[in-house]
């Protein structure tokens, strides 16, 4: 019987690899994003639920699970970008950042822990991103956030062993390909004062042509291989830059 992952935040990049890496191995895949759009994935209707899902909103959350069903594998994808001198970010985007991508992937933690445990089984899966693995300047916000995941994830996996679930690490590096830029609530250039345009400019330069990349599929990757360990490793680095931040550590 083939099993059911749940993705988050598939609209495009990592999510969407992910979900299509699944489908192609025979797999149940529900993909979730704010507005579903069946012609994202082509021709995988038999296997392939989209459903609604707002992180931030605990009814859609509810209802989520409602739709949903049983689920064996929960990857908590979704996130929105910030980048930018930290004194020139409103507290509004702090705050949403925080609600999105840190509290957005512990509610629906909590809100499919329960199935998990009752069967005693299952795996969630939180992405992350390498900013967790070094540091990356006009990104203190963003960072904040992933750290607070990764925190959050590795005293989860603690928890949850007790009752056989399994809980793990992905951490993406910088793929120039994806959306994070657009997936942004304020533009980087509506957060760079005057004064930080010597700063700035070397790193946005090195963004602009980067010596090591991640593609979407060594997320896919990554997420394939973390959802089948059973060694008890916890991150699972994915992409070329993300492993060799992960070697220096």
């Known amino acids: ?8 935040g598939t609209s495009s ?10 489908l192609s191995r025979g797999w149940n895949v529900i993909a979730t994003m704010r507005r579903p759009d069946p012609a994202l994935f082509g021709q995988h209707a038999e296997r392939l639920r989209l459903l ?3 992180v931030t909103s605990e009814d859609s959350i509810a209802a989520l699970v409602e739709a949903a069903g049983p689920v064996d594998i929960v990857v908590n994808n979704a996130g929105i970008g910030g980048v930018g001198a930290f004194e020139a970010m409103p507290m509004r985007l702090i705050r949403q950042l925080f609600e999105t991508n840190s ?7 909590r809100a499919f822990i329960p199935q998990m445990r009752e069967r005693g089984a299952g795996a969630i899966v939180n992405v992350t991103s390498t900013v967790a693995l070094g540091a990356f300047p006009l990104a203190a916000a963003y960072s904040a956030t992933k750290h607070a995941v990764e925190g959050f994830t590795a005293s989860l996996a603690h928890e949850l062993a007790y009752f056989g679930v399994r809980v793990k690490l ?20 509506d957060l760079l004062p005057g004064r930080y345009a010597d700063f700035a400019q070397p790193i946005l330069a090195a963004f602009a042509a980067p010596a090591l990349t991640t593609r979407e599929s ?14 008890g490793q916890l991150r699972f ?4 830059d993300a492993v060799a931040l992960a070697e220096e550590r």
């Open 1 to 8: 019987m083939s099993k059911t992952i749940l993705i988050t």
């Open 13 to 22: 990049g990592y999510g969407k690899a992910t979900a299509l890496h699944f």
């Open 52 to 54: 609604p899902l707002d």
């Open 103 to 109: 509290i957005g992937a512990m509610a629906m933690c």
């Open 170 to 189: 992905v951490e993406p590096g910088y793929a120039p390909t994806t959306r994070f830029g657009a997936n942004a609530i304020i533009p980087v250039t």
């Open 218 to 231: 060594d997320v896919a990757e990554a997420v394939w291989n973390a959802v089948h360990d059973r060694t």
């Open 237 to 240: 680095p994915a992409g070329a």
